[in-house]
């Protein structure tokens, strides 16, 4: 429909292809400190909406299990003012291959607020969230997650970034725990360099454990592909 609606306007196509020393996100390494390749597609269709998949390699259970992640995603923003935007994601993640009795498929609504593309405020909201953890498996619960983060240019192609971010399981394993990271990019053209220093605090650590919640370094290289960068 929304492809439908927007045919006399043109599309622009963009993505990325990256290589990862580890897959983290919201404080969890997603492939346990190991190395991951990853990409993605995005459509724009408008100013308002953008439409794309993304895909990961995972390893996040010692064991047999799903070693792919893949993400589709719709996205509507709303700007306000030339500084200040808005927008809404929603995203389902789909782990094809999944040999575990659990199916880890789930649903994410992302609502954030940024302000000159450098500072932004993002609450997340999974309503059937499934994980694993010391205290055993939880299925179809509700997780939340809250974010902030902000980006500045530095010198040259060089900018830095930070966050921190506050993610509550308690329907889950009734506990929840802080994470944030720090980081250094460097950007020519389409290419990019991430490196990022990683801190979850000790109730992730024993939730999950040392190989999915560490202090650690990763580093990212990207490339990026079609629309503007």
Do not use: C, K
């Not at 996040?60 to 799903?66: E, H, I, L, P, T």
């Not at 994410?108 to 498996?137: I, K, M, Q």
Request: aromatic share 14%.
């Amino acid at each position: 429909m929304l492809l439908a609606g927007t045919a006399h306007a043109q599309i622009e196509w963009g993505g990325s292809l990256a290589l990862t020393s580890d897959y983290v996100q919201q404080g969890l390494s997603q492939t346990r400190g190991e190395p991951a390749l990853q990409g993605g597609l995005r459509a724009q269709l408008n100013e308002q909406w953008t439409v794309g998949a993304w895909a990961s390699e995972i390893d996040r259970y010692a064991g047999a299990g799903a070693n792919v992640e893949l993400d589709v995603y719709a996205t509507r923003a709303w700007r306000f003012t030339p500084e200040w935007v808005a927008t809404m994601t929603a995203t389902h993640y789909f782990y094809p291959n999944d040999a575990r009795w659990v199916r880890y498929d789930y649903d994410e609504v992302a609502a954030s607020v940024g302000y000159r593309s450098a500072l932004f405020a993002t609450v997340a909201w999974a309503p059937n969230y499934v994980d694993r953890s010391y205290r055993g498996v939880a299925s179809d619960r509700s997780a939340l997650s809250y974010e902030l983060s902000a980006n500045q240019s530095l010198v040259g192609g060089w900018s830095g970034n930070m966050g921190v971010g506050y993610r509550d399981l308690s329907d889950l394993f009734d506990e929840a725990y802080w994470y944030g990271h720090a980081g250094l990019m460097y950007s020519a053209q389409r290419l990019a360099v991430h490196l990022t220093y990683t801190y979850v605090d000790q109730t992730a650590r024993h939730l999950f454990g040392h190989e999915r919640a560490s202090l650690a370094w990763s580093g990212t290289l990207i490339w990026r592909f079609g629309g503007t960068h």
